[in-house]
């Protein structure tokens, strides 16, 4: 992989895990005044395009779906999934099977 595409890559988890924390305060803000909130299935698809990590930053930073079971488990298994992808493409880049 070349620099600009590892510079897209970068680009992109910066971009997305912003826009996710934000969407967090955005769905805390409009659950504590009551206005239309960002369903669930959104908030997780945030996560998992990229922004897992924004979610979870979102989650304890606004103390927002902490307690929601469903979507914590849900949430948990992005992250570990996005680690698990982490760790496989380092080790492949680290064998030499791919360039970064």
Known sequence: MDDTALGLIVTWLLVVNAITLLVFG???L????KWRRIPEATLLTLALIGGS???R???????HKTTK???ARKLSAILILHGVLFILISAAALAGALTL
């Open 26 to 28: 955005w769905d805390k």
């Open 30 to 33: 409009s659950a504590r005044a």
């Open 53 to 55: 990590i924004g979610a």
């Open 57 to 63: 930053a979102g989650q304890k930073v606004f103390r």
């Open 69 to 71: 079971q469903p979507f």
